[in-house]
């Protein structure tokens, strides 16, 4: 394997509504972390315009490169190579952060991995950890739950990522977007609706159960939303912060229930599996974290271990990325010169190569 010149890789994301830089130091020390969130900028709208998304990361990546440096005390000489978000995401973002990296690639003489920015949420999770390494962890049942992905794999090692089950419609996290949209709350809806749920009272709404048959691994999303909508249809009254609350729990245990259940029976299928990843926005919710132990629990699986992200590391960060991108370099199979080829292109999030 062609040995990189430095220890340190910088990582490059802006596949949706963050432009963020990272330096890692061997694979797992985070020198510096940099993230500019277009959060406030799309909130006005009610969700992300991809318009305005990528003409925001133009304006500051640059700037937050500098800055990124800066804090992690190198200049660019000293970078060994570069790791970026190839997708999936928003078109017009992804090419911001691509175009940006090939060009830096080629100014400084350094290899560009292109990566994936599903499979880099789990590296985030395990940052958060960095001693869980040392047991071993793999096989592993990962799950990437964002508010563009709700996807359970099947991982042999660090770079192997097999999709076993995934949503048919909606991602989860887009679910807790939209049914916060009908509550009236403002965007994103995930923390909002976690909030809400937490005086809600349990069992006061009954959640239909999505994809209940036992060999269906996949999940759905939709449904629920539907349900939601139509329920608030036949309320003659505005609703009470009571009524809010009760719907918002419901709402919220089937949304994270469904996946803890199939998750159960994932585990079931895969008996060799040594730990539980799960990364992506809606691991940031407490509650999912409980629900997740309490199906372990009474599947007598509870021994696995289960490794949810620091709140730094759940949502979109490019610590994440330079961190697959140190694992795709030092897989035996993928040497590092194969990363001075910038001919690749950029995949949106309806290109997504796994699921065709
Ligand atoms: O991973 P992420 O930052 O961006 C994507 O790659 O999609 O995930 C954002 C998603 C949003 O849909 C947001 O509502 C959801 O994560 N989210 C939550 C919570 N915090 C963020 N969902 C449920 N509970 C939360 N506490
Ligand atoms: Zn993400």
């Known amino acids: 394997m062609t040995p990189l010149r430095s220890p340190f890789i910088l990582g490059i994301e802006s596949s949706c509504d963050e432009t963020a830089v990272a330096v890692l130091q061997d694979g797992h020390l985070v020198r510096s972390s940099v993230i500019a969130s277009q959060v406030e900028l799309h909130k006005k709208f009610g969700g992300v315009v991809p318009e305005v998304a990528s003409r925001s990361h133009l304006e500051v990546i640059s700037e937050l490169y500098r800055a990124c440096l800066s804090e992690a005390g190198l200049s660019g000489s000293e970078l060994g190579a570069i790791a970026v978000t190839q997708g999936p995401g928003l078109i017009g973002s992804l090419l911001v952060g691509a175009t940006f990296a090939k060009g830096l690639g080629l100014g400084l003489e350094i290899p560009v991995i292109p990566v994936n920015h599903v499979h ?13 390494t040392d047991a071993p962890l793999f ?4 799950l990437v739950v964002s508010g563009g992905h709700t996807h359970i794999y099947r991982m042999n090692g660090p770079t192997h990522f097999e999709l076993i089950a995934y949503s048919l419609d909606d991602a989860c996290g887009e679910s807790f977007d939209k049914v916060g949209k009908l509550l009236g709350l403002p965007y994103p809806g995930g923390p909002q609706i976690e909030r809400l749920a937490r005086g809600g009272k349990p069992g006061s709404i009954k959640m239909p159960k999505m994809i209940e048959a036992k060999r269906r691994l996949h999940l759905s999303y939709s449904g629920l939303k539907t349900f939601v909508y139509t329920w608030l249809q036949q309320q003659r009254e505005p609703l009470t912060d009571q009524q809010k609350g009760d ?16 998750t159960g029976e994932a585990l079931a299928a895969n008996a060799d599996v040594k730990s539980i990843i799960v990364a992506g926005g809606v691991a940031a919710n407490v509650r999912f974290q409980e629900l997740m132990h309490l199906e372990l629990q009474t599947n007598g699986k509870s021994p696995v271990q289960v490794l949810f992200p620091d709140l730094k590391y759940c949502s979109d960060n490019a ?38």
């Open 120 to 132: 880099a949420h789990v590296h985030g999770a395990l940052l958060s950890h960095p001693t869980a």
């Open 139 to 142: 096989p592993s049942l990962s």
């Open 247 to 262: 719907l918002a729990f419901a709402f919220q245990e089937e949304a994270l229930g469904q996946i803890c259940r199939k």
């Open 319 to 356: 610590a994440m990325i330079a961190a697959l991108g140190y694992h795709m370099i030092q897989d035996q199979a993928l040497q590092s010169h194969e990363y001075l080829d910038l001919s690749w292109d950029a995949f949106p999030r309806y290109n997504y190569p796994e699921k065709s």
